[in-house]
């Protein structure tokens, strides 16, 4: 899935969170949740991201590959006990759930998502082509329900 379709589907499920989570700061949680629900795609160059750290994305590509370990649920587990362990528990969480909005999106696209790897190599994908029309028509459902959730929540409407 492309960078912006993760920030708004990323927004949403922080948005989403809220109400079961309760965060201590909700608008630092927020964009947080957002960008981090760019993380997994450290894995490969080629992600808007990715480019942005050229030589420790092409490294983790090389050893670990596009959508491998580094698309599974085991990353934002793992960070989120060491964060917990330096009392960073805000962060872990963030972390966890915008790891989580990250694999449920590339989980809707063709390439899909193997969510246990390296100890289950299946994946589970859906009908999205990365890039493709499908995915334009669900970015911009994503930034209308985004910014209708929003402004709910702001009691706007
Ligand atoms: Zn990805």
Redesign the pocket.
């Known amino acids: ?1 492309m960078f912006k379709t ?1 920030l708004a589907l990323g927004f949403l499920i922080a948005l989403f969170s809220l109400s079961i989570l309760h965060p201590a700061y909700p608008f630092i949680f927020i964009p947080l949740v957002t960008i981090l629900s760019a993380l ?2 450290v ?2 160059e080629k ?1 808007k991201f990715g480019r942005k750290i050229y030589p420790i994305s092409w490294c983790i590509r090389i050893v670990f590959g ?2 491998g370990f580094f ?1 599974s649920i085991f990353p934002p587990v793992i960070l989120y006990f060491v964060l917990k362990y330096f009392h960073l528990q805000f962060l872990g969480l963030a972390v966890v759930i915008g790891y989580v909005a ?2 449920i ?2 989980a809707c696209t063709s390439e899909g ?1 193997a969510f246990l790897y390296p100890f289950s190599k299946k994946r589970i994908s859906g009908f999205m082509r990365t890039g493709g029309f499908a995915e334009s028509f669900v970015l911009v459902a994503l930034i209308l329900v985004d910014i209708y959730i929003s402004l709910k929540k702001v009691n706007l409407l």
């Open positions: 899935m993760h997994p795609d894995d490969t992600s596009h959508r698309h990250h694999l999106g590339d998502v």
